[in-house]
């Protein structure tokens, strides 16, 4: 029986299936690289986002302890 199957076995599909094996661990590698890439970029941009915020808040605190000292100033004393 073994011998029969292994005469109408189609050696083309089992050589179509190991190429095309290979191709996909190929394209497994190189999502890999690109997700590890994507992955960066994107803590990259979180770590960008967050020092703007930090430096907004910064500039808007100073902001507006500088407003609050020049109508203090302006009113005499006035708290808003």
Known sequence: ????????????????????ETDYLSRVTDLDSVTEERN???????ELRRLRLEKFMDGFGKITLKLKEMYQMITLGGDA
């Open 40 to 46: 960066v970029a994107r803590k990259k941009h979180e």
């Open 1 to 20: 029986e073994r011998s029969t199957l292994a005469k109408n076995a189609n050696m083309g599909a089992i050589a179509e299936y190991k190429k095309k």
